[in-house]
């Protein structure tokens, strides 16, 4: 068995059996019946349950007239996405802008909680960014039928020529493929590299050189997430562009 976070060890103690019991039921038995959880699934949900209270918690304190640090660091966070989508997506960006949102507080949270120690980001595995990645392929294309129906979105595939269609359909289809594989791999692959140098500089040196790599960790967590969530919004706007 492989390290355990201590959440972890306390979810596979009281919650393990229950987890099992519910993966046989759906015919997906885990390989270590005894200890189910997994350390990303377990911090994934610790962050969802960090947003659901610091959103709780503004909610209570939202005030017009003295609005305080949190609600102006939220909204400042707000304003700065949606001028992205307004810039990105151009007409009708703000039904696309709780999307984006949540996207991106999402994945800055799972990124900066590997700064804490004791744990790691979830987006460190594999199946965290393609989780996100599928969700944005899905999303957008969505948009996309309900924005144009679906016969314009899928003639869309085909290139601006009849003609043209034998080889623009495999070069587009291709291309919406490559997009979830793209995004997994750019989030995932710089996240463990900036967490591994993280903890190698942690156990070699003394604390002011880790504590720089540590900046630089937290400096990539909002880089990253703010890459996936640009991206996201340049698929949306394609999605949902007339052509004229």
């Known amino acids: 068995m492989e390290h355990e976070f201590w959440l972890t060890k306390l979810f596979n103690e009281y919650l393990g059996s229950a987890l099992t019991s519910f993966l046989t039921a759906i015919g997906h038995r885990p390989a270590d019946a005894l200890h189910p959880w997994q350390d990303w699934i377990v911090i994934e949900l610790l962050v969802v349950a960090i947003i659901l209270v610091l959103f709780g918690v503004l909610r209570s ?13 939220f909204e400042s966070i707000y304003n700065f996405i949606s001028g992205q989508a307004h810039d990105s997506v151009d007409h009708g960006a703000d039904k696309y802008v709780s999307f984006f949102g949540t996207l991106f507080i999402f994945i800055l949270f799972m990124n900066l909680i590997g700064v804490i120690p004791g744990f790691e980001s979830p987006t460190m595995t594999p199946a965290v960014p393609l989780g996100l990645a599928v969700s944005v392929f899905l999303y957008y294309h969505w948009m996309g039928f309900r924005a144009q129906g679906v016969g314009k979105y899928l003639l869309h595939f085909a290139g601006p020529m ?7 359909i495999p070069i587009e289809l291709i291309s919406h493929l490559a997009r979830p594989l793209s995004l997994t791999i750019r989030l995932y ?3 463990f590299a900036g967490e591994m140098v993280t903890r190698t500089f942690l156990t070699l040196t003394f604390i002011a050189i880790p504590a ?18 640009l991206l996201a919004m340049i698929y949306v706007s394609g999605a949902v562009a007339h052509e004229h």
Not at 162 to 168: G, I, N
Not at 213 to 222: I, K
């Open 189 to 191: 692959a710089n996240m």
């Open 212 to 229: 720089a790599f540590m900046g630089l960790h937290v400096f990539v967590a909002l880089l990253q997430a703010f890459i996936f969530m």
């Open 61 to 73: 304190r939202l005030s017009v007239d003295k609005p305080g640090k949190l609600q102006m660091t």
């Open 162 to 168: 009849v003609w043209l269609a034998p080889l623009m």
